[in-house]
């Protein structure tokens, strides 16, 4: 009896080890792994309301501007509820959302794309601050400021802002007018001139389009080598030629990687001397997946300069061991023949002094044998 009452105490012992075992805890020798979870987007008091949410990628309410933010590179969001002060206590004073995306160009990309759609947007780094603020204004101001000072730093190239929006003339430049794309959505929805299709976005392309008052627009696209642009300016061309004089006075130049185009009322000097006095600049940099061409051309380059490395390096120790067989053979003969294996060299020398010089005979102690 006592024996079956001690099976009964061990077997569940043995069963609850083995439960522990497959419930994940770790056993003796396993590793753990902590992940430590991302900082948080929004203050505390911004996180502690009923419509606090927060995730990765687009958010399932950002309605058109899903397409948008996916192009762009959304990396999280996080949204919350903001109070404003009432006369008994608080009250709803709308909402702050922010989108953290994987670099400062998506960043500004997005940015162009959600500044009207609330009255507060701001943009810091690799985030985008979304506010509908229901407080006066110096509050409101006071509560972004806030959210901006906490918002993660991203520092190294993926904290650089896109140079292409820089290369737009300030003179005449109508306001807000600028808008800046990575994707045929944003671009599309932000009124580009030309058809997404042709633009090569999946090339990687960047794409600036701007109103000058009184003139047209102005569009500059960014490729990631000269070889790509000239492909798409070919298209391009193609394609404002069959619209004829629909697109208005058209100028077209390529620099490098850089199109530039002229499209609607420009006078035709000066769309000229617009797009002529538009340079790359050498600080121009490329932080962007490019496409797999663009990878296998740099490839073919490294392959190439490897080859020619490797040519030289086996020819120069080709020369060296010939030198050393040739010259150590050389050597060898000598010493055979009973001759030292280094001499000092032989000169002719011709006497035009007039006099009868004796001649030195070639073999030692012949002068003495004769």
């Known amino acids: 009896m006592g024996v079956s009452l001690r099976m009964r105490v061990m077997v569940p012992g043995l069963l609850g080890l083995s439960l522990v075992g497959a419930s994940g805890v770790p056993l003796q020798g396993q590793q753990v792994m902590l992940a430590e979870p991302p900082t948080p987007l929004l203050p505390v008091a911004l996180r502690s309301g009923p419509d606090h949410d927060a995730g990765e990628g687009a958010p399932s309410w950002s309605g058109a501007a899903q397409q948008v933010l996916i ?31 994987v670099d400062a160009t998506g960043a500004a990309a997005a940015y162009d794309y959600l500044r009207k759609s609330a009255p507060y947007v701001v943009r810091s ?15 409101a101001e006071a509560l972004m400021r806030t959210v901006e000072t906490g918002l993660p730093k991203v520092g190294g190239p993926k904290g650089l802002p896109p140079l292409l929006p820089t290369y737009l003339p300030a003179k005449g430049l109508a306001k807000d007018s600028q808008h800046y794309a990575l994707g045929p959505v944003s671009y599309q929805a932000m009124g580009g001139v030309l058809p997404p299709e042709i633009v ?11 109103k000058y008052e009184g003139k047209g627009t102005l569009t500059m696209l960014l490729y990631p080598t000269p070889q790509i642009a000239g492909d798409h300016l070919r298209q391009i061309e193609a394609q404002v030629n069959q619209q004829g004089g629909a697109a208005g006075t058209v100028m077209l130049r390529r620099e490098g990687p850089l199109v530039l185009l002229t499209t609607g009322a420009w006078n035709p000097a000066e769309a000229q001397k617009l797009v002529e006095g538009i340079h790359l600049r050498s600080e121009v940099t490329w ?56 001499t000092e060299p032989e000169f002719l020398r011709i006497d035009l002094s007039g006099g009868s010089a004796r001649i030195k005979p070639e073999i030692p102690g012949a002068e003495s044998r004769g």
């Open 71 to 101: 192009e762009d590179g959304i990396k999280r969001y996080e949204r919350g509820t903001a109070e404003s002060p009432a006369a008994h206590g608080t009250a709803p004073g709308g909402t702050v959302t922010v989108y953290q995306f």
């Open 200 to 210: 090569g976005f999946d090339k990687a392309a960047e794409v600036v389009t701007a």
């Open 125 to 139: 780094g690799v985030s985008v601050v979304v506010a509908n603020l229901k407080m006066p204004p110096a509050s």
């Open 287 to 342: 932080n962007k997946p490019v496409p797999p061409e663009f990878h296998a051309e740099i490839r073919k380059t490294v392959s190439l300069l490897t080859s020619i490395l490797v040519f030289c390096g086996v020819g120069a120790l080709a020369a060296v061991v010939l030198a050393l067989f040739l010259g150590g053979g050389r050597a060898a003969i000598r010493v055979l023949q009973g001759k030292p294996a280094a």
